[in-house]
């Protein structure tokens, strides 16, 4: 059984009309309800609106893997929960970051740089092309999902390397983007993908539920691992032979 | 002309007396002096000690090659330097990270994970041995730098893996480390490289001083970029089309 | 100095009419042109038609960069040849593979996989995207170029994980393709940058030039190796110690 | 149930009583047996003295994971054996490459690279360190494996940069060796596995067991694909969107 948290800062849906047509109980509510379906998940969600974000320690250490959607609020979400998850990512916590949560805080801490990219409010539509057919992550999927209508994201995005590429994009404008990004870090697995505007109905394409449902078993832990002194205001020196 | 600076917690040599007969004017001194024989550099140095620690964003912009050298004062370096060395080495500005540096908080910012190792406080000799020996930073190297004396350092040593390695360390009681490590983050590249305990004249010796000097030229930025909107703290969505 | 040697199979030029209408003295002659305008490059060329293809280990010993084009006669270039090649890269030549080159006997050697693609025979226009705006290959070019048309490539493009990604392109029809690929193997340098069909007049755009005459600059060797005992078809133990 | 076959030159055990001594039906035998007990794998062998090497087309079709151990007989491997192993890893056939078929034909077309490295007769002492102790391969090993005999390998060691480094290992001369390397090619994972001189009873020892059990579950392939047109010497325009 892996133990899956969906977070969402669950902001646009209660507070933009239009947004809450598409999503009426929020983003997270639709990604629990199709991830709901696979059985061999457990899923729960948490929004910034829950106590201490919905997550602490004691949440993270019952989570397999984290999802994570978040927009126009990334300054809420306070640096000691941001660090909370990087280091249960880093002891063996997968972590899914969906769309604008390439500048959430707990992605930023994990990846080391800006994060930054191009974008473009626009009506385009977006193709997402396999790179790696025979990854897990793109198991059942055809050579390309097609969105009608996403928001555009750009190149450069500034991203380490990653160490694998299992999607690329491109939009109706001309742009193209690293949607589909695998790292590994620590013991733990994070894949960053693109599509997912909250005023778009991305979610309820069944490619994308498909793409996000094999990312969740892909980046589920082995095993889990403890790790201590990683504080970035606060480091003691580590053990002799301490692993993390 | 590449502008260095040389940065040193300074507190080992001024507070131990046997720390201070090997570097009576402190590491900083030692490195500055051989580097300061290459023509092609400028070099300048900064202690803890100094206002701000001698970081300030507009010497950063002056910079293009920052040494470190910290070991048991990281924390005396306060969040926001921290995070303007970051940010000036996504834009462009070279990093090296020397010894125990690993634990530095603008190496640890950069690498986005735990950066802990094994380590034993031990007499053993050091062979360091060449991976790559045709890249520019080995140049000059035979087939391995002999240190008498040097702290042990071991795997798993918890980093990104290396878009290079350069070197890979044995010493006299079995261990084995990742000891010259090579990154680009953004703009900027980033080389780590294990020697220097301060109880040992790692930095007297001639091969040590020539990685160092060739991995200051390799690391030295061809261009600098400014990039905005990457704190922590505080994120704003990013411009159109702004890159960094 | 650098030593550029210009490869081209020569063959679309000389049997097809509109193809010589384009490049009536072949490609080769055309990049040779603009890179003999660089006053740091010594510019040669070779095609299939020279004696033993043009490439001797005397000449390839004298070769810093070889650019290879090559399409329809990949096949004709005898497997002693493209081994050469490989050889040379490995100690240290540059090598930049152009358009379809991907499949050329050389590139496949010393990527060690398919390098199979999609592509659709097509009037498309491209745009190449910057993925890494401070690399010095893209030193000169804005956010993209865009050529008014190119025959379309696209993902999956079956190589090693690219040490550097340099630039993506989206085609008007919707495929997206890595465009710029830059390894390293051995003590060579390998870029791969797709634009170039032969019935278009790809190479006349000044962009394009930039960027194959930044990749010369880049992927030139700072030394040159000797390597031995690589062939496929014969391997004596190595010598204890000597480096390739 | 995975598919395991298991190849061995079977040389030196025929050849020299010394070596008969240790394994006297074979490094092959050994290896089959160990692995027999895994209720998952079912284990067949071939050795060079079969007919076709006892590799064809048909076997490798039913092959998921193909152990190597060769040494001094590589040349004795047809172009065309080699070539048909390369292009079934290619399509998603699992290799493990042990010690000296660091230099065998699949595992260099593999690489690309001249696969050489730095080597000495010895009766040293090898210390095989985890870098990855939470990769599946490292399961159940403690910090290092201890041989108290094996033949020194030393670095460089002439390959692309592994995807992932999960052993490192010091020999009690000195030398360091990146002993375990793990890659992604096409659709198929290698493993490289340094451990194994056929002078040495290392394929007795139950660390090593558990190592070439964990790689054979880990390159195990998720699916197969057919590949087409790679070979060396005859190449045929891709047809469209056909993958490998």
Redesign the interface.
């Known amino acids: 059984m892996i133990r899956v948290l969906i977070w969402n800062e669950f902001w646009h849906e209660r507070s933009e009309e239009h947004i809450k047509k598409i999503y009426p109980d929020g983003i997270h509510k639709v990604i629990a309800d199709f991830l709901g379906k696979d059985e061999e998940l457990n899923v729960r969600t948490a929004t910034l609106e829950d106590d201490h974000c919905g997550i602490t320690p004691e949440i993270l250490a019952q989570t397999d893997v984290l999802i994570w959607w978040g927009h ?1 609020r ?2 809420y979400v306070p ?1 000691d929960v ?1 660090m909370a998850v ?2 249960a990512v ?1 002891g ?1 916590m997968g972590f899914i970051g969906l769309h604008s949560a390439h ?1 959430s ?1 707990p992605f ?13 409010l626009s009506h385009d539509s977006e ?1 997402i ?6 990854h ?1 992550i793109a ?1 059942g999927i055809d ?2 999902i097609a969105l009608p209508e996403e928001e555009t994201y ?5 991203i ?2 990653p ?3 299992i999607f ?5 404008g ?3 983007f ?1 949607s589909g990004c695998l ?5 733990g697995k994070i894949f960053y993908f693109q599509p997912g505007h909250e005023s778009n109905p991305t979610y309820y394409n069944e490619q994308i539920q498909r793409v996000i449902r094999n990312a969740v078993h892909f980046v589920a ?3 889990r ?1 403890s ?1 201590g ?2 504080h ?4 003691t ?2 053990e ?5």
Request: charged share 25%.
């Open positions: 126009c990334h300054d640096d941001a990087r280091n880093l063996g500048f805080k930023r801490l994990l990846m080391g740089t800006a994060c930054t990219l191009s974008w473009r193709l092309w396999v790179v790696e057919p025979t897990p198991a050579r390309y750009g190149e450069p995005f500034r380490p390397t160490d694998k590429l690329l994009s491109s939009f109706s001309g742009e193209v690293r790292y590994e870090r620590g013991a832990p082995q095993q691992v790790i002194g990683v970035v205001r606060k480091v020196d580590p002799p032979y301490v692993i993390e």
